[in-house]
């Protein structure tokens, strides 16, 4: 069993940086690959990014590339967002997720096993 809870979400302007964290309890997280997913009023839930157990690999969707980085710290059971270049369109509920397994790309929300409560990110233009 993995419980997650996010934080660091807020409200920014365009072009500015927020760095979400979450932080999570359970024996199976160094184990598990983590996702951030976001979704916005009116929209279905979609993938952000996710990163393996060991870091090494990481996978983004391409709306995010070159400005998100998704990072991980095992040792203190937490998975990080930094979002630079923000835009309005990145306005979401951003949630951490985990997968019961240490790697494997899936972007399906159904693929994960374990959710955070989400934590509001809004972009003024």
């Known amino acids: 069993q993995v419980q997650l809870v996010e934080s660091g979400g807020g409200l920014v302007q365009a072009g500015g940086s927020l760095r979400l964290s979450c932080s999570a309890s359970g024996r199976t997280f160094s184990q598990s690959v983590m996702g951030w997913f976001r979704q916005a009023p009116g929209k279905e839930r979609e993938f952000v990014a996710a990163i393996s157990w060991s870091a090494i690999s990481t996978y983004y969707a391409d709306s995010v590339k070159g400005r998100f980085t998704i990072s991980r710290d095992n040792a203190k059971n937490t998975v990080f967002l930094q979002m630079n270049s923000l835009k309005p369109e990145d306005t979401a509920v951003y949630y951490c997720?985990?997968?019961?397994?240490?790697?494997?790309?899936?972007?399906?929300?159904?693929?994960?096993?374990?959710w955070g409560q989400g934590a509001q990110v809004t972009v003024s233009s």
């Open positions: 997720a985990a997968r019961r397994v240490p790697t494997g790309w899936r972007t399906d929300v159904g693929a994960y096993d374990y």
